[in-house]
């Protein structure tokens, strides 16, 4: 099984992250469930140095929630060689239940694949006792079970094939030159054969040979086999003593696949192709599974947890192909639609963290003090020390009780925590427009909020003109109506806000009642974008 992914929201801030760190832990610790905690895009300044500062593992990093064939493939597969036989593949189909099988060389890497379609069209086509055969002898050998009691294993047998059903004089006038000849305990035949030249005997039913025979054929180095199976069986044999290259698929990109392929593109492929299977290499060629046709009607999909976010702009691509087992939020429903039931839990709270830590102390689970200390900082943050007026009592109530298991001091950690939040040195604008940036989407309308709180954030933002020429780039490559840009400073518990364009400008000064001059907007008293900013642009599209 493939474990849950637990992932915050696109360019995360430090509650999306820790949240996703400290859920998957409970949830591994209550169900049992195989569960990974993931973070979209790159960690933000203050995160990074969190984890450093706290000695806990970051995340796995991932772009996406898409299947992929690695996720699927069946493994456990048997491989063939090139020198294997026909028969060799077809009981290996038979014992692990495939119409498929991939032939490899001899450092694991793919050269082939045979189906079982292909046999049986090769079977189909060889209903007649074999007239010639061009095999070496030790395939020979293999598939008939036989004993080499004369002449060499690499000998390559290409002649004619007889079963000596005929009187020795018949034999005598029929056998010529290298022939192959299937005869029985018939001492007679078996004399004239060799004296005919024939290249090979194959002694069937079991029956012995004389020692002058063996010497004779030594002398001639001719090939003499014995074998239990009847003159018509070893005939039916040797048409399945052919090596598997011969007929196997030899072009790769028509039966390959990565293991980076997007599922739904690897069924469609595996559709078109109209074969059994597909193999599944990576980039040196090494073969790693087999996709099977019967993935084609198993409804897989990735089970996905969602942290800090529910709103489809913010989730990773893919998502609307996943199950999301359970979504543990503090913001507004966003429209994501599930076609399974899940669990929900979506509070009023400063920060997600508050929730999920609420459900370890209520559930007495065990928490470490470094996850202890990382819901802490993601609380603190959220809620920019208590500053927001999304800020409760239960933030403050359980950011005690944390700083209580971490062995942190709310103050300690706050004041470090804010002053990681600006890397060294100051970094460009496109870095100011891109953190803890959120796309909106309000009917037609899509806009994207970013947020930047930092103390004394006049004296290090960029320019007012740097910075509306990223938030224009953001309009462009996002595709929105308008891009806003939050500057919040901490210590002055009041935010900058710029537009990126006339109609974002437009919609702000409706929405906060004043425009706004020499393009920003300075907002004094507000520090949240959930709930004093995103409500006001709303309430200013919905007016008349």
């Known amino acids: 099984m493939e474990p849950i992914l637990v992932t915050g929201h696109r360019n995360p801030d430090t509650d999306a992250v820790c949240s996703a760190l400290a859920y998957a832990s409970l949830y591994q610790w209550q169900t049992g469930a195989q569960t990974v905690a993931c973070h979209l895009d790159e960690l933000a300044s203050e995160t990074a140095w969190l984890l450093a500062a706290l000695e806990l593992a970051a995340p796995r990093p991932i772009s996406d929630v898409y299947l992929r064939v690695a996720d699927i493939m069946e493994t456990r597969i048997p491989v063939l060689h090139a020198s294997h036989t026909l028969r060799e593949a077809g009981h290996l189909m038979q014992d692990y239940e495939l119409r498929a099988l991939p032939v490899v060389d001899e450092y694991g890497r793919l050269i082939g694949l045979i189906q079982s379609d292909t046999l049986a069209t090769h079977m189909l086509d060889q209903l007649h006792l074999p007239e010639e055969i061009d095999l070496p002898v030790t395939l020979i050998q293999r598939t008939l079970e036989a004993h080499l009691l004369a002449g060499q294993a690499d000998t390559v047998l290409n002649d004619r094939v007889w079963i000596a059903t005929m009187t020795a004089e018949t034999?005598?006038?029929?056998?010529?030159?290298?022939?192959?000849?299937?005869?029985?305990?018939?001492?007679?035949?078996?004399?004239?054969?060799?004296?005919?030249?024939?290249?090979?005997?194959?002694?069937?039913?079991?029956?012995?040979?004389?020692?002058?025979?063996?010497?004779?054929?030594?002398?001639?180095?001719?090939?003499?086999?014995?074998?239990?199976?009847?003159?018509?069986?070893?005939?039916?044999?040797?048409?399945?003593?052919?090596?598997?290259?011969?007929?196997?698929?030899?072009?790769?990109?028509?039966?390959?696949?990565?293991?980076?392929?997007?599922?739904?593109?690897?069924?469609?492929?595996?559709?078109?192709?109209?074969?059994?299977?597909?193999?599944?290499?990576?980039?040196?060629?090494?073969?790693?599974?087999?996709?099977?046709?019967?993935?084609?009607?198993?409804?897989?999909?990735?089970?996905?947890?969602l942290t800090d976010h529910n709103h489809p702009d913010q989730a990773a691509p893919g998502i609307t192909e996943s199950q999301i087992v359970a979504i543990i939020d503090h913001?507004?429903?966003?429209?994501?639609?599930?076609?399974?039931?899940?669990?929900?839990?979506?509070?009023?709270?400063g920060s997600t963290c508050t929730l999920i830590a609420e459900l370890y102390r209520q559930m007495h689970a065990p928490?470490?003090?470094?996850?202890?200390?990382?819901?802490?900082?993601?609380?603190?943050?959220?809620?920019?020390?208590?500053?927001?007026?999304?800020?409760?009592?239960?933030?403050?109530?359980?950011?005690?009780?944390?700083?209580?298991?971490?062995?942190?001091?709310?103050?300690?950690?706050?004041?470090?925590?804010?002053?990681?939040?600006?890397?060294?040195?100051?970094?460009?604008?496109?870095?100011?427009?891109?953190?803890?940036?959120?796309?909106?989407?309000?009917?037609?309308?899509?806009?994207?909020?970013?947020?930047?709180?930092?103390?004394?954030?006049?004296?290090?933002?960029?320019?007012?003109?740097?910075?509306?020429?990223?938030?224009?780039?953001l309009v462009a490559t996002h595709h929105l109506t308008s891009a806003f840009m939050l500057l919040t400073d901490i210590l002055e518990q009041s935010?900058?806000?710029?537009?990126?364009?006339?109609?974002?400008?437009?919609?702000?000064?409706?929405?906060?009642?004043?425009?706004?001059?020499?393009?920003?907007?300075?907002?004094?008293?507000?520090?949240?974008?959930?709930?004093?900013?995103?409500?006001?642009?709303?309430a200013a599209l919905n007016s008349p």
């Open 331 to 349: 913001h507004n429903l966003g429209g994501l639609q599930t076609l399974q039931p899940l669990c929900m839990y979506c509070e009023p709270v």
């Open 171 to 305: 034999a005598r006038a029929t056998i010529g030159d290298g022939d192959i000849v299937i005869v029985g305990n018939q001492p007679d035949v078996q004399r004239v054969a060799l004296a005919a030249g024939a290249g090979c005997l194959i002694i069937t039913d079991g029956a012995e040979c004389d020692a002058a025979l063996l010497a004779q054929a030594t002398m001639q180095n001719t090939v003499v086999l014995q074998t239990q199976h009847t003159p018509f069986a070893t005939a039916l044999l040797l048409q399945q003593s052919i090596p598997v290259e011969r007929i196997m698929m030899r072009d790769l990109t028509a039966v390959t696949l990565t293991l980076d392929t997007l599922m739904h593109e690897a069924k469609a492929q595996l559709r078109r192709s109209n074969l059994a299977g597909l193999a599944v290499v990576d980039d040196d060629g090494l073969l790693h599974g087999l996709l099977l046709r019967r993935h084609l009607t198993e409804q897989v999909q990735r089970q996905v947890i």
């Open 367 to 473: 928490l470490t003090p470094a996850l202890a200390g990382a819901m802490l900082a993601a609380i603190l943050s959220d809620t920019v020390q208590f500053r927001s007026p999304t800020t409760t009592n239960r933030d403050r109530s359980i950011a005690d009780w944390l700083a209580a298991q971490s062995g942190q001091t709310i103050d300690d950690l706050a004041r470090r925590l804010f002053r990681a939040r600006l890397p060294d040195p100051i970094p460009p604008p496109e870095w100011w427009v891109n953190q803890d940036l959120k796309i909106f989407t309000f009917g037609s309308t899509r806009l994207s909020i970013s947020q930047v709180e930092l103390a004394h954030v006049r004296e290090v933002m960029p320019t007012q003109a740097a910075l509306s020429d990223a938030l224009a780039n």
């Open 495 to 538: 935010s900058i806000l710029l537009a990126a364009n006339q109609a974002g400008a437009t919609l702000a000064a409706r929405a906060f009642g004043r425009p706004l001059t020499n393009g920003q907007l300075v907002l004094p008293g507000v520090m949240s974008r959930k709930k004093q900013v995103v409500p006001a642009l709303a």
